[in-house]
C-alpha cells in the first residue's frame, strides 16, 4: 500500500512538474544519518566518516544546523519512528526555509557489507502522512571521496523531495479551492513561498490569493497587496486590471477607472486589440457606475480608435446614442460598420428596429390590442413621435425581409401597423404571412377582432371575415364576427309585427352563423364558450320579440 501511495504522489508531482519548474526546500527537516552497530568497526568507520562529510557540508550552508540529540530520539519516537537499539544517530535540521508539507521530514541510513564494500540503505519518512521512500547507495568503500560521493547522493536526494514539497503544497491549495474552502486555500498558497523559488509559481499564488481577497474576503486592501506583489514578479498588466475589476465590484467606480488609465498606460502600443477592451470597459464603468453618458461615449470612441470593428464597443456606443436621443450618430455609427463588413447587417437591422420599436411603445400608456395611440395622455406631437419611430422600425424590417427572406418580419410588421391602427396595412402584412404560414390563422382573426372593435370599421371587419371564411372554410372565428354582425344590426324601432319578423330575422341570423362556428371547433378551443353563450344570450330576445309580435298582430298592427 505504501508504494502505491509513494507512486501515486510522485505521478501527481511530475504532473505538477510539467506546469510548474518545481525549487525549495526546507525548514525543521530532521535528517538522521547512518544507523550502525558498535561492535562493527569497518561499518562504524564509514558511518562516521559519512556523517563528518555531511556536517561539514552542513556547516558550509546556511541552509542547516546541527540538532539536538535527545530532542530528536524524543521527536522520532513520539512520531512512531524506533530507530534500532544500539545505533547512533547524527540530526541536522534546515533553518530559513520553508516546511515541507507542514511536517519533519526524516532521512534515516543503514551501512551494511556488500562485499569489499559497502552500501547503504537510505530510509525517507514523511512524518506528517507517514509515507516512505528508500533508496541504496552502492559501490561504497573507506575511501573519503567515495564516502564524499555517497553524501553528496544523499542530500542531492534530500534536495529533490524538497521541490516536490513546493508541488504539494500547490496541490493542497488547489483542492482546498476546487472545495470552497478558501483559508485553507489561502494559508497553503502562503506556506509555498518558503521553498518555491519559482517566480511562475509564486505569481500564480499571489493571483489565486488576490482573488480570495477580493471574491470570498471582499478585503480590498488585501487583493491589493497580493497582485501587486504577482505584478511585481510578472510586470503583467492583467494583474493590477484585476484589482480594477474589485474596486467595481467594491462600488469604487473612481478608483476602478484610475487604476484601468494606469493600466493602460503600460499596455504595449501595438496591443490594439487589450487596448479596446480596456479603453470599452472605462466607458462601461462611466455608463453603468457613474451614469455619465458623455465620458462613457469618448470612452466607446476611444476603444472604437484603436479596433474599429470592436462589436461590443459599437453595441454599447449605438445604445447610448439612442438613450441619449442621438439617433443620428446611432445610424451613422452602425453604417461605419456595415462599410467594413456587409455581413453584419443581419446583425445590427434587428436591433435598430427593436430599438425604434422600443422607442415607438414608450409613448403609449398601456400594452395590449389594437390602437394604443388612443390613450387619452398622449398628445398630437408624442403620437406624431411614435408614428416616426414605428416607420423606421418598419423600414428595417423591411430591410431584413430583403437581406433574410424571412417571412416572420411580415408578422412583426402587421402587429406594428396594427398598434398604429393602420388595419389596410396590417391585413396585407400578415396575409403574406399567411401565404407561408396557413397554420398561424389566429393573426388574420385577431386583426379581424380589433377591426370589428372599432365601429367605423366594421363593414371591413365583415368584408374580411367573409373572405377569411372562404379562404379558410375550416376556421371558427369568421362566423363569430359575421354572427356579432348580424347581432348588432337593429330595426330602428319596433311598431309592426313586420319590425318584430325583421329583428327575429337578424337574431336567427346571427345564431346560424355562431353554430356554423361552434361546429369547426372542440370545446377545449379557446373560441367554443364564447360561441356558445352568444347562442344562448339570443334566445331570451327572440322568445320577448315573438311575443311582442304577437300582441301587435292582436293588436291589428
Known amino acids: 500500500m505504501t ?13 505538477m512538474l510539467s506546469i510548474f519548474a518545481p525549487v525549495g526546500s526546507a525548514e525543521d527537516l530532521r535528517i538522521a544519518v547512518l544507523e550502525f552497530p558498535r561492535k562493527d568497526r569497518e561499518i562504524e568507520y564509514v558511518a562516521k566518516k559519512w556523517n563528518k562529510i555531511i556536517l561539514e557540508t552542513i556547516e558550509k550552508t546556511d541552509g542547516y544546523a546541527l540538532a539536538d540529540q535527545k530532542q530528536l530520539k524524543k521527536e522520532l519516537k513520539d512520531r512512531g519512528i524506533e530507530p534500532l537499539e544500539g545505533h547512533t544517530i547524527l540530526a541536522v535540521e534546515a533553518k530559513q526555509m520553508g516546511p515541507i508539507v507542514g511536517a519533519d521530514l526524516f532521512v534515516m541510513g543503514k551501512v551494511v557489507p556488500d562485499g569489499k564494500q559497502f552500501k547503504i540503505d537510505v530510509r525517507i519518512i514523511d512524518a506528517n502522512t507517514g509515507e516512505e521512500r528508500t533508496s541504496t547507495l552502492t559501490e561504497v568503500t573507506k575511501k ?6 555517497a553524501a553528496s ?17 500547490l496541490k493542497y491549495a488547489v483542492d482546498y479551492e476546487q472545495a470552497g474552502q478558501w483559508e485553507d486555500a489561502f494559508a497553503n498558497y502562503e506556506k509555498m513561498f518558503a521553498f518555491c523559488d519559482s517566480d511562475t509559481q509564486k ?25 501587486q506583489k504577482a505584478y511585481e514578479i510578472t510586470k503583467d498588466w492583467r494583474t493590477l486590471a484585476q484589482l480594477a475589476v474589485i474596486y467595481e465590484n467594491e462600488n469604487q467606480p473612481q478608483l476602478a477607472i484610475q487604476t484601468y488609465e494606469d493600466v493602460l498606460k503600460m499596455i504595449p502600443a501595438d496591443d490594439i486589440k487589450s487596448h479596446a477592451d480596456l479603453s470599452a470597459r472605462i466607458g462601461m464603468v462611466y455608463q453603468e457606475r457613474l451614469k455619465d453618458a458623455q465620458h462613457a461615449i469618448i470612452w466607446y470612441e476611444t476603444a472604437l480608435d484603436h479596433d474599429s470593428e470592436y462589436d461590443y464597443a459599437i453595441d454599447r456606443l449605438i445604445r447610448l446614442y439612442f438613450e441619449n436621443g442621438q439617433y443620428a450618430q446611432a445610424e451613422a455609427k452602425m453604417n461605419k460598420a456595415l462599410k467594413a463588413d456587409p455581413m453584419k447587417a443581419g446583425t445590427w437591422y434587428p436591433k435598430f428596429a427593436a430599438e425604434y420599436e422600443e422607442m415607438a411603445k414608450s409613448y403609449c400608456a398601456f400594452e395590449g390590442e389594437g390602437d394604443c395611440y388612443n390613450a387619452a395622455n398622449v398628445t398630437p406631437q408624442q403620437r406624431q413621435d411614435a408614428t416616426a419611430y414605428y416607420e423606421k422600425a418598419i423600414s428595417y424590417y423591411q430591410k431584413l425581409i430583403d437581406i433574410t427572406q424571412s417571412d416572420h418580419y411580415y408578422k412583426v410588421i402587421g402587429d406594428i401597423y396594427r398598434r398604429m391602427g393602420r388595419m ?3 391585413l396585407v402584412a400578415y396575409r403574406t404571412f399567411l401565404k407561408n404560414n396557413p397554420d398561424q390563422t389566429n393573426l388574420y382573426c385577431q386583426i379581424i377582432f380589433a377591426m370589428d372593435d372599432s365601429p367605423a370599421l366594421r363593414d371591413q371587419a365583415l368584408a374580411e371575415a367573409r373572405k377569411m371564411a372562404a379562404e379558410y372554410p375550416d376556421e371558427a372565428c369568421p362566423y363569430f364576427i359575421i354572427g356579432q354582425h348580424y347581432q348588432r344590426m337593429r330595426v330602428p324601432e319596433i311598431k309592426t309585427s313586420k319590425d318584430c319578423e325583421i329583428q327575429i330575422g337578424y337574431y336567427e341570423r346571427a345564431i346560424e352563423e ?3 362556428g361552434l361546429s369547426k371547433v372542440t370545446p377545449d378551443h379557446w373560441l367554443y364558450n364564447t360561441l356558445k353563450s352568444s347562442i344562448e344570450n339570443l334566445k331570451g330576445p327572440i322568445e320577448k320579440l315573438k311575443v311582442t309580435k304577437d300582441e301587435l298582430e292582436w293588436a291589428g298592427n
Not at 573519503?144 to 560521493?149: L, N, R, T
Not at 547522493?153 to 503544497?169: F, M, P, T, V
Not at 505569481?203 to 497582485?227: F, L, S, W
Open 3 to 15: 508504494s502505491v501511495r509513494l507512486l501515486s504522489k510522485l505521478m501527481l508531482s511530475l504532473f
Open 144 to 149: 573519503d571521496d567515495s564516502i564524499k560521493a
Open 153 to 169: 547522493k544523499l542530500l542531492a536526494e534530500i534536495g529533490s523531495l524538497q521541490g516536490d514539497a513546493c508541488n504539494k503544497y
Open 203 to 227: 505569481a500564480y499564488a499571489y493571483t489565486q490569493m488576490g482573488n480570495i481577497c477580493a471574491q470570498q474576503r471582499h478585503d480590498v486592501q488585501c487583493a491589493k497587496e497580493n497582485y
Open 424 to 426: 389596410d396595412e396590417a
Open 514 to 516: 355562431y353554430q356554423k
